[in-house]
């Protein structure tokens, strides 16, 4: 499968502080890699490295194997920061989307049909002519995230794309980046589990890569009743005939033609599916992997 | 193509746009503009002809002199500054590294930038001179010359602007150059009164200003209709110095994106 970004022995240094050291990584054409870690890990390095923003002081950033900091390698990034800065507060959205579209080529009429239908697709269609200064957080994220998109590019660089904005925006990002997924290329920073489990991979980074997995899906099943002993599942006893039965998302319909094939009177409750591992920072999952090898550590 | 979208961009959309949401400034702008005409032409009037003729040596009045002085001067001065002040608030608002993200090379950035300082530098410009002619200076407009002479000062502007928006870049905060623009404009620029007025080591230093030059020729050009034969030492002067200005600019502004991206100070201010 064609690389779309590659990561060949970087490091970045600020001053005397190390934030990523040789990280070699590459990540295929339509793949979305969640990269996870504890704050300083090195996320953003990464990702501002591979928008060209930012130059590594070792080893290379490869943009279909163009240098990363060139402009013909910028055509096909999408870029998108956490913070709420970044886009023109005295103009309109339609605007700042326009005006960021030119800078990738388009002409005016295009960025203009363009931004409209991002617009339309975020939600803000109806507020396109308003200020920037009028809009909520969410509103600002959404809009950040269009002006990503404006050029079409076959690659985002996505940190921590639904952070802090509310429900509804952050339902609606998420959304369309589940559309995204197969067509484009995706990285995201994240802490998010809602955002990692779009991850086909999640990179643990501390510095270096500590461990490259699928996205992990727990599921936790509540049943009432009369329950035989299940190997190879961990389960709690809540008390009153009540159980909680873990198991990953790849053994869950294991667990179901187990549970419905069992005599008695079991009733399944409830369900509710939780991204493990990925809550927690690289650290533990730093230790959880030098204490067992090849497996996890229930939550 | 593109070209003209972008300009559009930064000029109408990034430029006009924002500058006239804020309405009070627009309004400061102008009277910024206007007052020191008046001011120098009362001045003028104070001071009478006689004096100043033996020290400008031309068939034109004080006010004419200040009057493009002070025109066309706005271009050394709040040009330079106004790239320095645009990259700063690119840096403060968050854009400045959404624009390096693009596809754009650090001097096609520069140049797009500029471009609207140019703009309200003219807008200023005409308004002076038209406030001129209502006061009864009589323009006799070379085209010719005034062309050119325009075009290296031009020239030299946007070598200055490169040099001030490098400056910004690296130091973040404050900027030197256009502290040492304003100053040269009111005291070395041959702006408000003529440099032969000045003592020996001063002057030495305006002659390394393109305003110098350029005022002396426009005023060669615009009011008394002069042609390029007549301020060939002003042209030789004003290529050397814009080349020198355009080159340490580019060689400056190259390493000021260099050593950002190095940094990773894109998104610092």
Avoid at chain 1, 165 to 181: A, C, P, S, T
Wanted: net charge positive; proline share 3%; aromatic share 10%.
């Amino acid at each position: 499968m064609p690389v779309a970004v590659e990561f060949i022995n970087v490091t970045k240094r600020f001053g005397k502080l190390t934030a990523v050291e040789n990280i070699n990584l590459k990540v295929n054409d339509g793949e979305v890699v969640a990269l996870v870690g504890p704050n300083g890990a090195g996320k953003t390095t990464l990702l501002r490295m591979a928008a060209g923003v930012l130059l590594p002081d070792a080893g290379k950033v490869l943009i279909h194997g163009i240098e990363a900091h060139r402009a013909e390698a910028k055509w096909h990034v999408g870029f998108m920061t956490p913070m709420d800065r970044g886009v023109y507060w005295r103009i309109s959205a339609l605007d700042n989307l326009v005006f960021f579209g030119t800078l990738y080529g388009l002409s005016i009429r295009e960025a203009k049909s363009r931004g409209m239908e991002l617009l339309k697709v975020f939600g803000l269609v109806d507020r396109a002519k308003d200020w920037v200064a009028t809009y909520s957080t969410g509103m600002m994220r959404r809009l950040e995230l269009a002006r990503a998109m404006m050029h079409d590019p076959d690659i985002l660089l996505l940190d921590e794309p639904t952070s802090g904005i509310d429900v509804d925006g952050k339902n609606m990002i998420l959304e369309h980046i589940r559309r995204l997924k197969g067509s484009k290329t995706i990285i995201m920073a994240s802490h998010d589990p809602q955002e990692i489990e779009l991850a086909d991979r999640v990179v643990y980074l501390n510095r270096n890569i500590v461990d490259t997995l699928p996205a992990l899906k727990i599921v936790k099943v509540l049943v009432k009743g009369s329950l035989p002993p299940l190997d190879g599942y961990r389960i709690v006893n809540l008390g009153d005939s009540t159980y909680v039965i873990y198991t990953r998302i790849d053994g869950f319909d294991e667990l179901m033609r187990r549970l419905t094939s069992m005599d008695g009177n079991l009733k399944i409750v409830d369900l509710n599916v939780e991204v493990a591992v990925a809550e927690r920072n690289a650290r533990i999952a730093e230790r959880v992997n030098r204490r067992e090898r090849g497996g996890w550590e229930w939550a | 193509m593109g070209v003209i979208d972008r300009l559009y961009s930064f000029v109408v959309i990034r430029g006009f746009k924002v500058w006239v949401s804020y309405r009070t400034q627009v309004a400061l702008n102008f009277i910024s503009w206007t007052i020191p005409v008046f001011l120098y032409y009362f001045i003028g009037l104070t001071f009478g002809a006689g004096r100043m003729a033996a020290a400008i040596a031309a068939n034109y009045s004080y006010t004419a002199f200040a009057t493009v002085g002070i025109a066309f001067q706005g271009y050394f001065s709040s040009a330079v500054a106004t790239l320095a002040g645009r990259i700063r608030n690119e840096e403060l608002i968050g854009t400045l590294e959404y624009q390096m993200a693009a596809p754009l090379k650090p001097m096609s950035l520069m140049f797009y930038s500029t471009v609207w300082g140019f703009v309200v530098n003219s807008i200023s410009t005409v308004t002076i001179l038209l406030i001129g002619y209502g006061l009864g200076i009589k323009y006799i407009i070379n085209p010719l010359s005034t062309f050119v002479i325009l075009l290296l000062y031009m020239a030299s502007i946007i070598g200055l602007n490169l040099i001030s928006g490098a400056v910004v870049l690296i130091v973040k905060q404050g900027n030197p150059v256009a502290l040492f623009t304003s100053v040269a404009t009111n005291i070395l620029g041959n702006v408000v009164f003529p440099i032969s007025v000045l003592p020996t080591w001063l002057r030495d230093i305006s002659y390394v200003l393109s305003l110098t030059w350029s005022l002396d020729a426009l005023r060669k050009a615009m009011l008394a209709g002069e042609g390029l034969g007549s301020m060939t030492n002003d042209i030789v002067i004003l290529v050397i110095l814009s080349a020198a200005y355009l080159i340490i600019g580019v060689l400056l502004t190259n390493y000021a994106f260099r050593r950002i991206l190095k940094q990773g100070t894109v998104h610092m201010y």
